[in-house]
């Protein structure tokens, strides 16, 4: 059975150009996953939904939800806010 997300991407600190894949059922799982590459400055290669590449606007969107986590993430902590907070301050839904 096809995983229903499977995330490609090169480990930029390692160099050798070896591409990975990470594999969830999980859509949540997904995110987090993509949040740990845009930290850690990975090259996302693709995105695949039951084993096809996702089209560009579902790309973008998997990474624009995970980057807007990432950054109400880093705001919450940086000024000691809760969530709806950063809502409300920032438009961050998450």
Do not use: W
Not at 23 to 43: H, N, Q, W, Y
Not at 65 to 71: N, S, T, V
């Amino acid at each position: 059975m096809i995983t229903k997300f499977a995330i490609e991407y090169t480990d930029s600190h390692r160099g050798n150009g070896c591409v990975r894949t990470h594999r969830t059922d999980d859509p949540i799982e997904a995110e987090d996953f993509l949040m740990k590459l845009l930290v850690s400055g990975a090259k996302i290669r693709a995105i695949k939904h039951e084993g096809i590449d996702l089209e560009r606007p579902q790309f973008d969107r998997m990474l624009k939800i995970a980057g807007e986590r990432l950054a109400a993430q880093l705001l919450r902590n940086s000024l000691g806010i809760d969530a709806a907070e950063t809502k409300h301050r920032f438009g961050f839904a998450i």
